[in-house]
């Protein structure tokens, strides 16, 4: 027997059982009968000639107890139910020593996609596992907030950062972005930040989404004095639910609105920020990194042109002078003269750049200075992986950067494979262990997306990217 076969390699394959009749009021599979123990019957008797007597009738089985009807729309649901799977797998995944654990939530798994002309007919196991939500909502190393549209990935988000299940899980306040504001949504993400904590979900100027209320339901915030009292933060023109009390930051330009929250987090958290970060107000794939660093730290995104600082991003830099100041994003996005006359408000100003949106994110999830960045650079880590193209629903995720496994924001631009650069960049930071793998340090990652954007083959790549690995030594 050869070494490298597995040891039942010779063994004959057992014959499958004969198919069970199946039940045909239940659409499922029959279960088989238990067959009694002792020796087996001997032949059977010739029929009697006698009239037969008639079987009693077997007992009605007991009716099952209806469930009570829950007031939520059926994606929400199958998203909390889900959620509850999570739990379960990051309880797993979590008990092992050394790692740093996994947030327990979810999203709604997507739908497996259709198989296109000339692909390969799928295995019953690949059945399985689509009709399991395996690989599409999770992996051991991964997890799927899987929504096609940003109110249900923000409800989504909201629910697994805070399961609220007991009042002690749920936030004081939440804060209400419309689902074209990337700006206010990158620089509201701040307010996720301790103390305030409140998460993103999607309003609409002619109302709520049914995602966002179902969620708002279940998150039930109320207020309290780190919010100002406030259970809910409309930023711009967006439908605020009746009843709620909210502060209000005026609709506007995205500079006037991040100038504008970065004074409401001044007056909430009661101090001034470590650092201030500033965006590009034009290029939201290079400014979205942004909004997990702020729901991690607490500085504020401020934001600039192209060439021009805006005048109330000015008047914002000259609130705090002597902070240190961090520029994202490469000359093409933020140019040099602006830089300059950033610097003549503090001189200490830094650039943190790539050349396109996914080295951009890398780049800022390398970096450290001090305590300023995120300087990930090693493995045991959590991570969050949207696409490039999608802004809003890459902002809304900020809170998963802001708890759990704390990690930086990457990106993909593509839905079929990993780019070239972030496999390099996971790959640098793989975990790995000698000896004893109960005591190594884990990565995870959070997929903020359906298949349509993020789809399951690239999936299944960052989870084996992400794995665990035996380092020296006999594989």
Do not use: C
Request: charged share 20%; aromatic share 4%; proline share 13%.
């Amino acid at each position: 027997m050869s070494a490298d076969r597995p040891i039942n390699a010779d063994e004959p394959a057992p014959k499958p059982p004969e198919p069970e009749p199946q039940a045909e009021t239940s659409g499922l599979p029959a279960r088989p009968e238990a067959k009694p123990a002792g020796p087996r019957p001997g032949p059977v008797p010739p029929a009697p000639t006698t009239p037969r007597t008639k079987r009693p009738r077997p007992e009605p089985k007991p009716k099952r107890r209806r469930r009570k009807p829950m007031p939520l729309t059926p994606k929400l649901l199958a998203a909390l139910v889900l959620v509850a799977i999570a739990f379960i797998v990051a309880a797993v995944l979590g008990g092992s020593g050394g790692s740093k654990s996994a947030s327990q939530s979810a999203g709604p798994a997507p739908a497996p996609a259709p198989a296109t002309a000339g692909s390969a007919p799928e295995t019953p196991a690949s059945q399985t596992s689509e009709q399991l939500g395996y690989p599409a909502f999770a992996t051991n190393n991964t997890t799927r907030i899987g929504a096609s549209d940003p109110a249900s990935n923000a409800a989504a988000v909201a629910l697994a950062v805070f399961p609220s299940t007991d009042p002690s899980q749920r936030p004081k306040a939440v804060t209400l972005v419309g689902e074209e504001d990337w700006q206010g949504a990158i620089a509201a993400a701040v307010l996720m930040a301790a103390p305030v904590r409140a998460p993103l979900l999607i309003s609409n100027p002619d109302g709520v989404p049914d995602p966002t209320s179902e969620a708002l339901g279940a998150l039930d915030p109320q207020g309290d004095p780190a919010t100002g009292g406030a259970a809910a933060f409309a930023i711009g023109d967006v439908g605020v639910p009746s009843g709620t009390k909210a502060t209000k930051v005026a609709a506007g330009p995205g500079a006037a609105e991040a100038a504008a929250i970065a004074k409401l987090r001044d007056r909430l958290f009661d101090s001034a920020p470590a650092h201030i970060l500033i965006a590009p107000s034009t290029d939201p794939e290079i400014a979205i990194p942004a909004a997990a660093w702020a729901a991690r730290s607490g500085d504020p995104v401020l934001f600039a042109d192209s060439d021009e600082l805006p005048a109330v991003t000015e008047t914002a830099l000259k609130r705090h002078t002597g902070l240190p100041i961090f520029v994202l994003g490469p000359s093409s996005a933020i140019s040099s003269d602006v830089l300059r006359k950033i610097a003549k408000v503090d001189p200490r100003v830094k650039r943190i750049s790539g050349e396109n949106p996914v080295a951009n994110a890398i780049a800022f999830a390398r970096y450290g200075d001090g305590d300023f960045g995120w300087n990930v650079n090693d493995p045991g880590h959590g991570f969050v992986l949207a696409r490039s193209d999608s802004p809003i629903d890459a902002a809304v995720a900020a809170p998963l950067s802001g708890s759990g496994t704390w990690g930086p924001l990457l990106l993909t631009d593509s839905a079929a494979k990993v780019p070239a650069e972030l496999r390099s960049y996971f790959l640098d930071v793989k975990p790995g262990y000698t000896t004893n793998p109960t005591r190594a340090f884990y990565n995870h990652v959070w997929v903020i997306g359906d298949q349509e954007a993020i789809d399951v083959n690239q999936q299944a790549e960052v989870n084996g990217l992400a794995e665990l690995a035996k380092i020296g030594g006999e594989q």
